[in-house]
């Protein structure tokens, strides 16, 4: 196979359909996995799919992993990338560096052989997958065999050797959440965190917790208090407050909030895989506070419409998935917390053994 010519450092000689786009918004991207001189070509083992997406491919799949891991190939046969066509999120990869193109060696830390999770959305990467080998219903972890490309312009993060990878990559793949609150959240603040028992409203409340101090406070909403990691909120300390809610009722969920603090928040942060959640989480802030939607089922139109509504000026933050340290704050919020890390391993650690993939031999592309 030939490697693409004029490799630009964004991956836009990958786009295939339509001409001008870029990888991200392309509908279709070469996946050949031969790199060119400015990529990096990686074997993959595991996809941790975008959680948004992975609810919409259970839903319209039954909650058959079988269905779904056939879905997820057809997306990567149709698109040459895991770009989920109905909500338009991807999710990140683990795997092992094979090669380094030449224009690289030398520039970027990495050799053949090192383990790595990317830091940039499958929606724009490459991905040629040859089996997928068992999907996890429960988490969103998919175990393939395949391979994928980073371009120049590609994120990535080495894998800490002190983290299991079931566990990194679940953390790395929602580190924008974490790192950003840290630096939206101030002492003596109330903050609410919609969604908080999922992977980014956990890491998000931990960061919270440690920045408000003891005069502020964390309020978690979740929609069901019985479950582990509600439960893990209480007991850790990470909120000073659980408010039980279904964020899609935005009235109900603001009365719940306003019951534990009138005076409402000033930060509120969205991490929920839902549709429909913009205008309880406008209602949850106080005028003047800021409300950070991490979550990839936000629509710009209700956010923006909602908060003209209800006449609130807040300022409203798209959660880029990069912030500058993001992979390493995310996995020290971990470390720092026995408890949290003790859940996420609980729930996210690799299976024992090899990934099955690997014990394979490889057959022709
Ligand atoms: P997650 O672990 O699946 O957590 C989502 C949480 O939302 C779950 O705890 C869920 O509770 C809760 N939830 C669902 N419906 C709700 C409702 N109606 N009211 C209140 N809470 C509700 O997801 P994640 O991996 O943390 O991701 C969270 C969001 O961030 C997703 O939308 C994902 O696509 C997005 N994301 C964004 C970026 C970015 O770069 N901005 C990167 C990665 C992910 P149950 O489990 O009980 O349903």
Request: proline residues 4%; charged residues 25%; hydrophobic residues 45%.
């Amino acid at each position: 196979m030939k490697a693409p010519a004029r490799p630009h450092r964004l991956g836009t000689h990958r786009v295939i359909e339509p001409a001008g786009a870029t990888p991200q918004d392309a509908w279709r991207i070469d996946n050949t996995p031969v790199a060119a001189e400015n990529e990096m070509l990686c074997e993959v083992d595991a996809l941790n799919i975008d959680s948004a997406s992975f609810r919409q491919l259970c839903e319209t799949c039954g909650f058959d992993a079988r269905r779904i891991g056939e879905r997820i190939l057809e997306i990567v046969a149709e698109r040459g990338k895991q770009h989920n066509p109905v909500t338009g999120s991807g999710g990140m990869f683990v795997g092992r560096v094979i090669e380094v193109g030449e224009a690289l060696r030398g520039k970027v830390d990495v050799a053949a052989g090192d383990r790595i999770a990317s830091l940039v959305s499958l929606t724009l990467t490459p991905l040629h997958l040859q089996s997928v080998e068992e999907v996890d219903v429960a988490t969103g972890r998919v175990r393939v065999y395949g391979k994928a490309i980073l371009f120049e312009s590609g994120l990535w993060a080495r894998l800490p050797r002190d983290i299991d990878e079931g566990v990194a990559l679940a953390v790395l793949d929602v580190a924008g959440a974490p790192a950003q609150v840290r630096r939206l959240c101030k002492p003596g603040q109330t903050v609410v965190v919609i969604g908080a028992d999922g992977k980014s409203g956990l890491l998000s409340c931990a960061q919270a917790k440690a920045r408000v101090g003891a005069s502020g406070r964390v309020i978690g909403l979740v929609p069901d208090a019985s479950t582990a990691s509600a439960a893990l909120l209480r007991s850790a300390g990470l909120v000073d407050e659980l408010v039980v809610a279904d964020a899609r009722r935005a009235l109900e969920t603001s009365a719940a909030v306003e019951a534990v603090a009138p005076e409402l928040a000033d930060v509120v942060i969205n991490c929920v895989n839902v549709a429909g959640t913009e205008l309880a989480t406008i209602l949850c802030a106080k005028d003047g506070a800021t409300v950070y939607f991490f979550s990839m089922s936000t629509s710009f139109t209700a956010a923006a419409l909602g908060a003209e509504g209800v006449a609130l000026d807040v300022t409203m933050i798209i959660g880029n998935g990069y912030t500058k340290g993001h992979a390493e704050v995310a996995l020290q919020t971990l470390r720092d917390h026995p408890s949290l890390r003790a859940y996420f391993e609980e729930k996210y650690r690799c299976h024992p053994g090899p990934v099955k993939g690997t014990e394979r031999k490889e057959k022709p592309l």
